[in-house]
């Protein structure tokens, strides 16, 4: 499928993502067809498969790449994805089984790796009758809050800390959502990612951010979401001036909080933490979600309001046959979990063995 046959798979593709209650926002279409318009990446595989009515019933959005010579599935979006799955119908009961079919029958792979499979992924509905092995792994750690008033979720915190978290209600601090047209949102993105590599600035942080191809793919994905009521950009400013900016992605039950840039020069006035935190909280109540995700990573801004920890899966899935990629699949859980935790897998063990490790 090219870009253009996947464009015009939209319509189609948002009914879907509307009928899967667990579906993600890197599953968008508007977020899957920025990354492929601005990261232009290689042997892109979009599985579709449709009832007998001509309605698509589960989708998948991968790509391929090579890794130690062993031709591996992997998120179309992976590098920019902190849940990944797949998009299943939840009215149609065998569409796990169907897409699971259509990936077998798809030539060209000899592993699948879902590297950040949420609980509850739709991706274990993949598994029913999956004629070859899968394996989960521990992956990423997510924090989360319920969705509430910022007073409830501050009660829970010691008063020490309450005290320094509400020094922000005594400033002049204004949140405003910048409007959804493609002009002030592209505006919007500029002034955030500008913000993000200052605040980065001799800090390291993620090389990726900081270049025009990510530019590139946020800017369309923030068109494509906010007028779509899945993204909402928010301008946060002190006394007039500007202070920080977020992007914050919807979903049916969630707000997860994205991508923010701060001015490093306004962090002893304001604490951005607690902003951050108050200003989810607001949108999810706005948007009637139960939960305020704080997506992947264990940062101390993140885990001194005592977030639920909700641990990913990476989960790997083979092709039925004995060959290359189960020597990948082996080698890797041997890498990352240890040959302990492998002896409770009789099969793995016995093949680990045959492999030399």
């Known amino acids: 499928?090219?870009?253009?046959?996947?464009?015009?798979?939209?319509?189609?593709?948002?009914?879907?993502?509307?009928?899967?209650?667990?579906?993600?926002?890197?599953?968008?279409?508007?977020?899957?067809?920025?990354?492929?318009?601005?990261?232009?990446?290689?042997?892109?595989?979009?599985?579709?498969?449709?009832?007998?009515?001509?309605?698509?019933?589960?989708?998948?959005?991968?790509?391929?790449?090579?890794?130690?010579?062993?031709?591996?599935?992997?998120?179309?979006?992976?590098?920019?994805?902190?849940?990944?799955?797949?998009?299943?119908?939840?009215?149609?009961?065998?569409?796990?089984?169907?897409?699971?079919?259509?990936?077998?029958?798809?030539?060209?792979?000899?592993?699948?790796?879902?590297?950040?499979?949420?609980?509850?992924?739709?991706?274990?509905?993949?598994?029913?009758?999956?004629?070859?092995?899968?394996?989960?792994?521990?992956?990423?750690?997510?924090?989360?809050?319920?969705?509430?008033?910022?007073?409830?979720?501050?009660?829970?915190?010691?008063?020490?800390?309450?005290?320094?978290?509400?020094?922000?209600?005594?400033?002049?601090?204004?949140?405003?959502?910048?409007?959804?047209?493609?002009?002030?949102?592209?505006?919007?993105?500029?002034?955030?990612?500008?913000?993000?590599?200052r605040e980065w600035d001799g800090r390291g942080g993620n090389a990726l951010h900081g270049t025009e191809t990510f530019r590139r793919h946020l800017t369309t994905a923030v068109q494509n979401l906010a007028p779509q009521g899945r993204a909402r950009l928010t301008r946060h400013t002190l006394d007039g001036v500007l202070a920080a900016v977020s992007l914050t992605l919807y979903t049916a039950g969630t707000v997860a909080g994205y991508l923010y840039g701060a001015d490093p020069s306004l962090r002893k006035q304001v604490d951005i933490s607690a902003l951050l935190i108050d200003s989810g909280l607001r949108l999810g109540r706005e948007h009637g979600t139960a939960k305020l995700s704080l997506l992947r990573g264990e940062e101390s801004g993140k885990l001194r309001w005592q977030p639920l920890a909700r641990r990913n899966q990476r989960m790997t899935l083979l092709r039925p046959h004995f060959g290359l990629g189960h020597g990948f699949a082996v080698a890797g859980l041997i890498s990352q979990a240890g040959r302990a935790s492998l002896r409770r897998i009789p099969a793995v063990t016995r093949f680990a063995t045959r492999l030399g490790f």
């Not at 509850?120 to 509430?148: T, Y």
């Not at 008063?159 to 400033?171: C, F, G, I, S």
């Open 1 to 197: 499928m090219t870009l253009e046959e996947f464009e015009k798979l939209g319509p189609q593709w948002e009914t879907l993502y509307a009928k899967s209650a667990s579906a993600t926002p890197f599953l968008a279409h508007g977020w899957l067809s920025a990354y492929w318009r601005a990261f232009n990446p290689a042997d892109v595989r979009i599985v579709c498969v449709h009832d007998g009515a001509g309605r698509l019933v589960a989708a998948a959005a991968l790509r391929v790449q090579r890794r130690r010579g062993v031709r591996t599935l992997i998120p179309l979006a992976a590098e920019l994805t902190d849940f990944s799955d797949v998009l299943l119908d939840d009215d149609v009961p065998d569409a796990g089984e169907e897409l699971a079919a259509s990936l077998l029958a798809l030539p060209g792979w000899d592993v699948i790796e879902l590297p950040e499979a949420p609980p509850g992924a739709q991706v274990w509905r993949l598994l029913n009758g999956w004629p070859g092995q899968a394996f989960a792994r521990p992956a990423s750690v997510c924090l989360e809050l319920p969705v509430g008033a910022t007073e409830v979720v501050l009660a829970g915190l010691p008063a020490k800390q309450r005290r320094h978290l509400r020094r922000n209600d005594r400033l002049d601090l204004r949140h405003e959502a910048v409007p959804a047209d493609p002009e002030s949102l592209a505006t919007g993105v500029g002034e955030l990612l500008d913000l993000h590599a």
